[in-house]
C-alpha cells in the first residue's frame, strides 16, 4: 500500500496501479485501498485524455474496461465506507464514482452519485459543480447552472464563476 501510494502521489499511474492491485489483493475489505486504486485508474484516464473529447461510444475498450474496473472499485469502497460509518470519505467516494460514471456515459447515475454525495455534504462544491455539468449533459440547463452557482457559493473553482454568466446567456 505505501509503495502504490508514493507511486500514487509522483503520479506514476501505472506503478501505482500496479502497487494498490497488490494492496486490494491483500486486503480486499479496506475501502482505502480499493479508492486508492479506482483513484490512480481514473487519474490516469484523466491524464491520457486531457487534449482530447472522448466519447462514451466511441471510448477505446481499455479505456472502457479501465473506467469499468474503476466503477466497481468505488462501489465496493462505498460499501466499505457504509458499514464503517465514515461520511467524509463515503461523500468524497460518490463524487468520485459519479465522475467515473459521467465519464462512461451514466449521465443519470452519476447525478444519482452526486446527490449522495451532496446529502453526505451539503457544502460539497466538488459534488454540486460536477452534478451541474452532468445535467447540462441532460439538457437540465436550468438546474446545471443552480447547482454551479451553488459551487461558486461554497468555493468551488473560479473558472466556474467565469462559466456561469456565459451559459446564462
Known amino acids: 500500500h505505501n509503495l502504490g501510494l508514493t507511486y500514487y502521489e509522483k503520479r506514476d499511474w501505472d506503478n501505482a496501479r500496479k502497487y494498490l492491485q497488490q494492496a486490494v489483493s491483500l486486503a480486499p475489505e479496506n475501502p482505502n485501498h480499493c479508492v486508492l486504486l479506482a483513484r490512480a485508474i481514473f487519474e490516469n484516464f484523466i491524464a491520457r485524455t486531457r487534449n482530447e473529447i472522448i466519447f462514451p461510444w466511441r471510448m477505446p475498450a481499455d479505456i472502457q474496461a479501465d473506467l469499468q474496473a474503476a466503477d466497481e472499485l468505488f462501489t465496493k469502497a462505498v460499501q466499505g465506507y457504509r458499514n464503517q460509518d465514515r461520511s467524509v470519505q463515503l461523500c468524497a467516494t460518490y463524487a468520485n464514482r459519479g465522475g467515473v460514471r459521467a465519464a462512461l456515459g451514466k449521465a443519470e447515475e452519476a447525478v444519482a452519485d452526486y446527490n449522495e454525495a451532496i446529502l453526505l455534504d451539503s457544502k460539497s462544491g466538488v ?4 452534478r451541474g455539468l452532468t445535467k447540462f449533459e441532460l439538457n437540465r440547463y436550468s438546474e446545471g447552472i443552480a ?5 461558486i457559493e461554497y468555493g468551488e473553482d473560479s473558472w466556474v464563476a467565469d462559466l456561469v454568466p456565459k451559459i446564462a446567456l
Open 147 to 151: 447547482d454551479l452557482e451553488k459551487a
Open 127 to 130: 459534488a454540486y459543480r460536477n
